[in-house]
């Protein structure tokens, strides 16, 4: 797909019904946004105590196994409501977020945290492997985590 | 109170953060994360109050592991929301939606408050009995209520429909901002 193709899909995004809505109304755009933020928090909370636990800095007597149970509900939970405020964010300044480089890292960094959140991650966790890999699993996942968040709140300022 | 934000307003840092093109938004972009970091840490403090996970851990096993890294969060949020404040003081402090984030944080503090009082007397007992009482359930979940409000309230000062310097207002909302 060319780059002229792919703006004028998000031409078509911004034009959709959402976009517009979105961008009719004085407060749907900062409520949604609000809510988004707060499923970033919940998100955050759980990769925050998995990945310091598998980092070895806190919970230290812990299974890294149970930690990772205990958090991953509530990391869907987080990122389900990420997406479900996300999109209609995106919907209504989706032309924006093409020339915003920002939006641009922010969304190669959440594929790959994705892919290795739940293909890596948490199936290696889970399966009970122990390497010495573990904290490098941990600071990998917290940084692709902290530059999704922090890319994402860099849009607003491009 | 105004005068001081007039006088904070004048003052070269201030004037300086207000006008850099990185600064700024790197402290604000901080802000969010530490908020992440606070809040993140403090769900899972008052979940598992309430029962719903890691009940594996003991009260105090929990709040020794996760509330160091809660309080940091605090501080370091707490920081940045500072200087994001000291960067636009008159602004800031005539904004309807940040006088409603200070009221929630006082109402919030007021909770943890109560919340640790109890819970430092009667953690232990808590742990050998695995019980917890109702009220500290119910405490825990209005934490995260109020704190939820704060995320939202701080969120909307960014936007300046209720400002003074956007006239006609109604009359309650300029009483309030004055």
Known sequence: ?158 | MLDIAKWLATTEWSIALHESLYLYPWIESSHVLFICFFFGTLLFVDLRLTGKVFTNLSISEMNKGILPLTIIGFCLMTLTGLLLFYAIPVRNYQNIFFRIKILLIIIAGLNALFFHKRMSKEAKKWDKDSFIPKSMKASAIASLFTWSLVIISGRLIAYNWFDCDRQPQPEWINFLTS
């Open chain 1, 1 to 158: 797909m060319e780059s002229n193709q792919i703006i004028e899909l998000f031409y078509f995004f911004e034009d959709s019904f959402i976009g517009e809505y979105i961008r009719g109304s004085t407060w749907l755009f900062p409520v949604i946004e609000s809510f988004h933020l707060i499923g970033l928090a919940i998100l955050g909370g759980s990769v925050v105590i998995g990945d310091f636990r598998l980092m070895g800095f806190i919970l230290k007597r812990e299974k890294i196994g149970y930690v990772i149970k205990q958090t991953r509900v509530w990391f869907k939970l987080g990122f389900f409501i990420l997406v479900s405020t996300g999109i209609p964010l995106f919907l209504s300044e989706a032309v924006k977020c093409f020339y915003s480089r920002a939006f641009w890292i922010k969304m190669i960094c959440l594929v790959i945290g994705i892919v290795f959140t739940f293909l890596v991650r948490n199936p290696l966790v889970l399966k009970g492997y122990d390497g010495k890999i573990i904290p490098l699993l941990g600071f990998s996942s917290f940084f692709l985590w902290t530059v999704v968040a922090a890319s994402g709140r860099w849009i607003g300022f491009s």
